[in-house]
């Protein structure tokens, strides 16, 4: 889930679209396209020209995936 309240969510630097487009591509409806990607250590937000998908890892090793999606 997006967690619009944690402080931590200000430490996000743009990244290549590549790196997080990978992972959430799949994901894309119709005539989506990739605008923006910003990542943190280990979460990710790519903005397409439809919604937010914010890519959370969670758990020691990462290895849990939490993919929200908030659309405008």
């Not at 989506?32 to 990710?44: N, W, Y």
């Not at 903005?47 to 908030?70: C, H, M, P």
Request: glycine residues 6%; aromatic residues 6%; proline residues 3%.
């Amino acid at each position: 889930m997006i967690d619009f309240t944690n402080a931590r969510l200000a430490k996000l630097g743009e990244v290549a679209v590549a790196t997080v487009e990978e992972r959430v591509a799949p994901l894309y409806v119709d005539d989506e396209k990739s605008l923006l990607a910003a990542a943190g250590a280990r979460d990710q937000v790519m903005f397409t020209n439809k919604r937010i998908i914010a890519v959370n890892k969670q758990g020691l090793t990462g290895s849990k995936v939490d993919i929200s999606s908030l659309p405008y």
